[in-house]
């Protein structure tokens, strides 16, 4: 049984193979030392059906697909929708002001 081939995404992810049932999905817009460059883990099952282990957002609300092209068109969309509104991690949070303990 040989592996199968990942599909060519239409956007910038990379598909990468770790084995015959496992794949790594990677940003290709960002640089090789870039953390976020790794997006996910996809691992297929005997019975066909693929499983993601999501490592960042945005990303889809499943983690278990038919098929590689459909987790990719969910992926796609969900980095449509959410890179505007998502706040950047190296936001510093709101302050929450502090009061002594009362006696």
């Not at 081939?5 to 990677?26: G, L, M, N, V």
């Not at 499983?51 to 092209?69: F, G, H, I, N, Q």
């Amino acid at each position: 049984m040989a592996a199968q081939e990942p599909p060519r995404a239409a956007s910038d992810w990379e598909i990468i193979p770790i084995s015959r049932t496992a794949w790594r999905i990677c940003d290709g817009s960002l640089t090789e030392t870039d953390a976020s460059r790794l997006v996910a883990y996809v691992d297929r099952y005997e019975t066909g059906t693929y499983d993601v282990l999501w490592l960042r957002s945005p990303c889809p609300t499943r983690s278990r697909y038919r098929d590689l092209d459909e987790l990719l068109a969910d992926l796609d969309a969900a980095n449509a929708t959410g890179s505007s509104s998502e706040v950047s991690r190296a936001t510093r949070p709101v302050h929450i002001a502090h009061f002594p303990p009362r006696e």
